[in-house]
Structures are given as C-alpha cells and as structure tokens.
C-alpha cells in the first residue's frame, strides 16, 4: 500500500489486524463527537447532548461507484462500501452479523493512519480500478478554543484512477434522519429533509416538524458535498420492506453513480448525497462532505433543567454551521495541521507524542461540554449512554495537563466555577459542581480534601502561566478561604500543624483517616502556592502562615510517614462522627467503623502518592519534600507497584489489564501488610495514574523509567484491544488520561512565569551536536523552540518561534545552563528570536 500521506502527518499506523478498536473523535471541544472507525466506518454518533457508543442511524455510510467513462456495460462497474474488511470476530450473531451494513461489497485491505486529530483509512482492493484514501478531521488548535469547537465533521475521499482509461467516479453518503433520538431515548416524529444549494456546494439539511423543539434530542444535521462535482441527492430512500429500500438505493447508485429522488412517509427518512467526477489515468481526485450538528438543549448533570450547548448560540442550524466553517476550512487545516506537525516533529520519544495527542480526543467527547454561557465543565467520563460521575469532579481534574497547556481559557473557566461560584463563605468547595451554579450555594455537596487542595494549585498555575494579575485578585479571597476551611474545628488539619489528619475524601471516593502522602502531599502544594500568591498581593502574614505550616508539614511527612521506601498512611480513627466537621463525609460509601475504620491505606505503597509533587515541579514550586526521598520512593513504585503480567493478579474490582498485560497497580503491599479491607481500587491499574508516576519521575532525573511506563500503557491500546481514542477508567474517555500531555513540559523542562515573564527550558543533551527541537504551549501561546550548541562550547543558540497567541517575556533560561536577556518583548503569531544562552 502506498506510503504517501498527502500532507497529513502520520504518528501511528494500525494494519488490519488492529483496527478493530479504533475509533476516532470527530468533533469539537463542547459539541459532541462522531468517530471514524478502524476499517472507515461511522460509528459512535454521540452529537446529541450524551454518550452514544454503538449507537448509528440505521443507514449511515459512504460508498463508492466506477465506471470506465462513456461504458454502458454494467459488467464494468465496480462498487463498494468506503470500508475495509469486517474484523472476523464480528461474524456471528443470532441473526447473522451485527455490524451495520453488513451485507455492502467492501474493500479488501484497510490501513488507519493516525496523529490525532487526523484519522486517515487506506482502502485496496485488486478488483477497484481505483485506490482511495479516507481523511477525516475536525480542526484542533491550541489556544483557539473557538477554532476547536466547530461541530463538524469533515470527511475526505481521495481516489486515485489506477485503470488505464478514463473513469467515471462517485462517491455518495448517506445518513438517516434520526432528529428526536440521541441513542437511547426519545422518537423521531414527523422528520424531513431538504436539498440545500449554495455556491460552496451542495447537501440536504435533516430537521424534524414533530420533535418538541425544547427537547434533547431537537436539533438538526446537514450533510454537504463541497466544490463544483456533479452532485445528486435524495431526501428520502423508498418505504420497502425485506430490506427493499437498501436494494433501491444500491441500485440507483451502481446503475449511473446518480441519485433519484424517492417519496416516504416514513419518521426518519434517509438522506442520500452523491458527487460524480471523471478522472483521467493516474488523476487523483479529492471528494470533501461535511457533516454538521446543531442540537442546542443540554440539560443539567441530572437532566432536571436546560442549561444550553455554548456552540449552538453562534449558528441557527446545521446548515449554517457548514456554511460558516466551509470559508474558514483550509486556514483552520492549516493551523492544525502545523500543531500536528510540530507535536510530530518534537525530538521526543514516539509513545510521549502518542499519549499526548490521543488523549487530547478526550476533550471533544462527550466527557467535556460548555454551557450556553460558555462556561467549561465535564464529567469524569461516559458511561456507554450517559455521563458518568458529574460536576467536573475536582479531585479528578486535578490529574489531566492537557487544559492548562493548551487551552488557558478554558482551565481558567474551572478556576472561575470553582472559587468564584462554588466556594461558600465559610471556604467549602464541593467537588462536584452542581449545574446550575447557585446550587453550590444553597445546596453544596461534600469536600474533598485532595480536590480542594489542587485547586489551590491550579488556581497558580492558571495566574503563573497567564500572568493575568486581575484573575488572582478577583479569585484570591475565596482562595484563601479555600484554605483556611482545612483549619475549622473537626476539619483536615484542625491543629494548624501543616498535617492533614482530619476526615479526607479523595480521588478513592473514600475518606482517609490521619496522615496519608496523597493527600497530604496535595496540601504541601497548595501551601506553597498559597505562600507565592499571598506574598505577591503583600499579604504578609497569610504568606508568614503557608510558608511555616509548609515548613513543619514537610518536616513532618518525612520524619514519620517515610519508610526507607515510600511514604506510608499513619491511620488515626476519629472515633465517631462527632469529631469530623460536617461536609467532610460522602455517607454511605466510605468506612463505617469509624474506631477501627476500613478503605484504608495503611502501609500500601500507592502509585500517585507523590502528585502534588509531580505538579509543584512542572509548575516551578520546588521540593515539597526531600528529593532523594521522592527518588527512592518513585524508584518503590516502579519495583512494588509493576506487574509484568496480570495472569496472576488478583483484582476483586474493574479490570483494565488482563492476560498478559502489564502496568502499575494503584497501590501494593510489598511488606505483606495489607489491610483486611483496603480502599476499593486498590488492586485495579488506571493509565491516568500510571502517566502521573510517570511524568514524575521525568521530573526527578528517572526519564528513561517514566517513558517506559508511558510505553507500557499505551501498548495496551494497541487498536485490538482497546481504542487508541478511549482511555477507560470511570467511564470512557476518561478525564485522569489527560496526564499523559504532562510528559511534554517534563521533558523538555518546558515553565512559563507570565508574572516575571520568564521562559524556561532544559538544555539540551550535554553531548548533543545537532540541532534539538521542541513543542512548547503554555495555554495562551504556542510554537516551538530549536537549541543547537555554539562552537568551541559557547554555549547554546536557541531559534524560538510563536505560531499563535500572545506570550510577552523578557527572559529566556535554559536550566543549568543559563539565561539570556531578551528585553521586553511582547511576541505574536510569526514571531521568531534568536539568541545565544552563554554556558555557566
């Protein structure tokens, strides 16, 4: 099969033995997805305000017809289905097989190409005077949260004529009108569709006169054929039965490549929309459709109340949405296809890049949504037909870096939700957001001790990397606040000692009992960022109270909890609800016996336990603890926590590896020492904790052991197991996955400080003689940067290129190396410096 890419980079490449899984999002971030599937396939249509997975319209499907030009020999026609083989695992079924078109001809051989957001199939058939590319993508570029959540779907045929002769080709895609369902609920009523011509091109727009229109599943879709081809259409396919209406259609395509207009009365009739062009020997021609979305009425996290799709206030229907993206498409290509590229194209190792992007998808599921305000939120993941786990769940968030480097808008809408509408007077954070907001105030739920804290840090994360001075002003008392509710009577740190003790519900959804390093590590982070802030905005004598709980807290968690291998959980019972402040306990999932208390730690060695760590040094904090006891203990979680092989694993929970698989436990107890009853998942292997071990020995010198974690986990989703395009955990595309993109700044040593304006990298390889190069986002801008060494050890020429945004600095460091004064610069998109760090 051809290699060409037709200007797409291309990251991975899955033969057909493992395609079966893949399915990749097509979508904006906020609108919902459709996926293209591993043989070219539609599949997963989830656009309509909830998951939807195995979910398509009955007749959904593009497909191909040629015909040597001028022939009236039906003998020479060849037709398929743009799809290649079904997976033979997907023969049987009760009634034969289950896959939807089961009985269409289809390509022989088919190759998916990824590096996400682009999906590419290649199709080869001996009998196909043709080879053809399938290319699908919705634009993805960082800092433009607007370019990047278009609901469309824009889908290519590339076909090469390979005959001899000229060849009358056409491609045709159909999609039933199924307005008034999302998959699992509701009734198409009264539906219909109607021919739609304008000069970019032509399509059929699918409404419903029958759907009340303030339902979910209201909305409309368009499917348009771009340029000047020959373009034909149906609105409507014929009311057969016995599978007469699919005979129909096939027959009036094959019979001229041409579509007939049918009547039907039918709910949901199907829309037909094909494009004919003859193409010489050897020609290659491009068939662009573009599928569009408008479904405007999400509801709340328990679908009790309408609280709108941010997307759908910028267009009327889905026919607009075609006609606004069609004149900004080859831009908004471009744009991502330079940030693919870039990404590709980084001295860094495959399966970092890999992660990275893949789990970007995660953002354009239904996992993630923005309100008609435009306000950000998301699940923890989908379940297979609802969101699963609401209120952009702040002990999960706390994992994913791929919001904050990439889309600062949008983490900082988090923050504003947060600490500007859900923190109470008395400083309590629910760690689900209700929806909408003034229910975090009238009805707050439970906080969460590890999500109130990394909230704090994000919050300087979000100042630090935007340098935005008004955001920390206006967010800075609920903040402080934020903080000082771990000091109330029966709260997590009652005594004021720097050391959590008190009742702490976490990620576990269970509460902790006394001092723990996951937790407690979180709180040491969000003391040192509460001491930067405070210091910043002269409020000396909260700074003065951070910086000496942190100094004892640290001192303490070393001294006591610290085992010569890792840091251990001290379990202390409150001995009854008395002694826990109210709002500090999920009732009924969490330990019943508060004198001898289960879901415990005790002496495991968890894998995450050092993630306030591991963000204290991305975002420029420091050491919370002693570095040679992070080492060691990053060290114990690669010998205690890995398993090279599930076969003997015992798990009474979730499986997410099996057979022979490996990957890191969630905790282990190598001293033989487990609790009768530990914390639920303790047995269970979650890629979004593997990527946090993983990213934090990056930070601590041990690159090589935190990439082959990364290489371990992303062998398990290696297209026939599991979809590259899903990292499960609670649900699908699971929100903790996200922190694999933390790899990125890890290993480039990339910071940005907007407040002193201060741009930092690692150097270079010591002994590197070529030219280094690298991806860098801060959330607000992005580029790259080139480090080649000067001659005679002069140091280091560094080449710095902004492709978007906004990034002011006036120093550039290189760590270890040095720094270079830039001045006062305000960089934009085109943007380049050159400039020499001059070595120590």
């Given at each position: 099969?051809?290699?060409?890419?037709?200007?797409?980079?291309?990251?991975?490449?899955?033969?057909?033995?493992?395609?079966?899984?893949?399915?990749?999002?097509?979508?904006?971030?906020?609108?919902?997805?459709?996926?293209?599937?591993?043989?070219?396939?539609?599949?997963?249509?989830?656009?309509?305000?909830?998951?939807?997975?195995?979910?398509?319209?009955?007749?959904?499907?593009?497909?191909?017809?040629?015909?040597?030009?001028?022939?009236?020999?039906?003998?020479?026609?060849?037709?398929?289905?743009?799809?290649?083989?079904?997976?033979?695992?997907?023969?049987?079924?009760?009634?034969?097989?289950g896959v939807p078109n089961h009985g269409l001809p289809r390509f022989r051989r088919s190759e998916f190409l990824a590096a996400y957001p682009f999906g590419q199939v290649l199709l080869e058939d001996p009998d196909v005077?043709?080879?053809?590319?399938?290319?699908?993508?919705?634009?993805?570029?960082?800092?433009d949260a607007e370019a990047s959540g278009l609901p469309v779907a824009v889908l290519r045929y590339v076909v090469t004529n390979t005959a001899g002769h000229p060849l009358e080709v056409s491609v045709a895609g159909s999609v039933s009108n199924f307005v008034?369902?999302?998959?699992?609920?509701?009734?198409?009523?009264?539906?219909?569709?109607?021919?739609?011509?304008?000069?970019?091109?032509t399509g059929v727009l699918l409404t419903s006169d029958g759907v009340q229109r303030d339902a979910e599943q209201w909305g409309s879709l368009a499917l348009v054929a771009l340029g000047e081809d020959d373009v034909t259409t149906r609105t409507a396919w014929a009311d057969h039965s016995w599978g007469g209406e699919l005979l129909d259609f096939w027959d009036d395509f094959t019979a001229d490549g041409r579509l007939e207009e049918r009547a039907s009365g039918t709910d949901t009739?199907?829309?037909?929309?094909?494009?004919?062009?003859?193409?010489?020997?050897g020609e290659t021609h491009t068939f662009t459709f573009l599928l569009g979305w408008h479904f405007p009425n999400r509801r709340n996290w328990d679908r009790t109340e309408t609280v709108g799709n941010y997307y759908t206030t910028k267009y009327a229907d889905a026919w607009q949405v075609v006609a606004d993206t069609v004149p900004a498409l080859d831009q908004l290509e471009r744009r991502t296809r330079t940030f693919v590229e870039d990404v590709v194209g980084s001295d860094l190792?495959?399966?970092?890049?890999?992660?990275?992007?893949?789990?970007?998808?995660?953002?354009?599921?239904?996992?993630?949504?923005?309100?008609?305000?435009?306000?950000?939120?998301?699940?923890?993941?989908?379940?297979?037909?609802?969101?699963?786990?609401?209120?952009?769940?702040?002990?999960?968030?706390?994992?994913?870096?791929?919001?904050?480097?990439?889309?600062?808008?949008?983490?900082?809408?988090?923050?504003?939700?947060?600490?500007?509408?859900a923190t109470g007077a008395d400083g309590r954070m629910p760690f689900r957001i209700p929806l909408p907001l003034e229910r975090a105030q009238t009805d707050p739920g439970p906080a969460a001790a590890d999500g109130q804290m990394g909230c704090l840090v994000k919050l300087y994360r979000e100042w630090r990397m935007s340098g935005d001075d008004d955001l920390l002003r206006s967010l800075w008392p609920a903040a402080k606040r934020a903080l000082a509710f771990a000091w109330i009577p029966g709260g997590w740190d009652a005594d004021r000692d720097g050391v959590m003790e008190g009742s702490q519900h976490n990620t576990m959804d269970v509460e902790y009992f006394?001092?723990?390093?996951?937790?407690?590590?979180?709180?040491?982070?969000?003391?040192?960022?509460?001491?930067?802030?405070?210091?910043?905005?002269?409020?000396?004598?909260?700074?003065?109270?951070?910086?000496?709980?942190?100094?004892?807290?640290?001192?303490?968690?070393?001294?006591?909890?610290?085992?010569?291998?890792?840091?251990?959980?001290?379990?202390?019972?409150?001995?009854?609800?008395?002694?826990?402040?109210p709002g500090l306990r999920l009732k009924g999932i969490g330990a019943r016996d508060l004198v001898n208390p289960e879901l415990q730690i005790g002496d495991g060695c968890l894998a995450d336990q050092l993630v306030g760590q591991e963000l204290a040094h991305l975002y420029g904090l420091g050491?919370?603890?002693?570095?040679?006891?992070?080492?060691?203990?990053?060290?114990?979680?690669?010998?205690?926590?890995?398993?090279?092989?599930?076969?003997?694993?015992?798990?009474?929970?979730?499986?997410?590896?099996?057979?022979?698989?490996?990957?890191?436990?969630?905790?282990?107890?190598?001293?033989?020492?487990r609790p009768e009853r530990p914390f639920p998942y303790f047995d269970e292997v979650w890629s979004g904790l593997e990527y946090t071990a993983a990213v934090g020995m990056i930070c601590v010198g041990m690159a090589e052991e935190g990439v082959r974690v990364i290489e371990t986990t992303r062998g398990?989703?290696?297209?026939?197991?599991?979809?590259?395009?899903?990292?499960?955990?609670?649900?699908?595309?699971?929100?903790?996955?996200?922190?694999?993109?933390?790899?990125?700044?890890?290993?480039?040593?990339?910071?940005?400080?907007?407040?002193?304006?201060?741009?930092?990298?690692?150097?270079?390889?010591?002994?590197?003689?070529?030219?280094?190069?690298?991806?860098?986002?801060?959330?607000?801008?992005w580029g790259t940067v080139e480090q080649t060494p000067a001659a005679a050890g002069a140091g280091v020429d560094v080449r710095l290129d902004v492709r978007e945004g906004t990034l002011r600095v006036r120093e550039l460091t290189l760590t270890g190396l040095g720094s270079a004064d830039l001045g006062e610069r305000t960089l934009g998109p085109g943007d380049q410096v050159r400039v020499r760090v001059p070595a120590a």
């Open positions: 099969m051809t290699a060409e890419t037709f200007d797409w980079p291309v990251l991975d490449r899955y033969d057909v033995a493992h395609s079966l899984r893949v399915a990749l999002p097509l979508g904006g971030i906020g609108t919902g997805t459709v996926s293209l599937g591993g043989r070219g396939d539609l599949r997963d249509w989830e656009v309509v305000n909830r998951p939807a997975k195995g979910f398509a319209p009955r007749w959904s499907f593009f497909a191909l017809r040629t015909a040597p030009a001028g022939s009236d020999d039906p003998r020479a026609v060849v037709a398929r289905a743009l799809e290649g083989p079904i997976d033979l695992v997907l023969y049987e079924g009760g009634h034969g097989s005077p043709a080879e053809v590319r399938v290319q699908a993508f919705n634009p993805l570029v960082p800092t008034g369902t999302d998959g699992s609920e509701g009734v198409a009523k009264d539906n219909h569709n109607a021919v739609r011509q304008e000069d970019f091109g009739p199907t829309a037909s929309v094909a494009a004919t062009r003859t193409l010489a020997p190792p495959h399966v970092v890049k890999e992660a990275a992007l893949a789990n970007l998808s995660t953002l354009r599921t239904q996992t993630c949504f923005r309100t008609a305000d435009g306000r950000f939120f998301g699940w923890e993941g989908c379940s297979d037909d609802v969101g699963c786990c609401a209120g952009s769940c702040t002990h999960v968030w706390n994992y994913e870096q791929a919001t904050p480097f990439l889309f600062g808008a949008l983490a900082t809408s988090l923050r504003e939700v947060e600490l500007g509408h006394g001092p723990n390093p996951e937790v407690g590590v979180w709180y040491l982070a969000a003391l040192r960022a509460c001491e930067e802030m405070a210091t910043y905005l002269d409020d000396g004598d909260f700074a003065a109270t951070c910086a000496d709980l942190f100094a004892r807290g640290s001192t303490w968690l070393d001294e006591h909890l610290f085992n010569g291998e890792y840091y251990r959980h001290e379990i202390r019972p409150p001995g009854s609800e008395d002694a826990i402040a050491d919370l603890l002693d570095p040679a006891h992070v080492r060691t203990t990053f060290e114990s979680i690669l010998r205690h926590n890995r398993r090279d092989t599930m076969a003997g694993h015992f798990n009474p929970m979730r499986s997410y590896t099996l057979g022979d698989e490996a990957g890191l436990v969630v905790a282990s107890y190598p001293r033989g020492n398990r989703y290696d297209g026939r197991r599991r979809n590259p395009f899903d990292e499960a955990e609670c649900g699908h595309h699971y929100v903790r996955a996200m922190a694999s993109w933390g790899a990125v700044p890890a290993l480039t040593g990339f910071g940005y400080d907007g407040v002193r304006r201060v741009l930092t990298f690692a150097a270079a390889d010591e002994v590197a003689t070529d030219t280094t190069r690298w991806f860098w986002s801060n959330g607000w801008a």
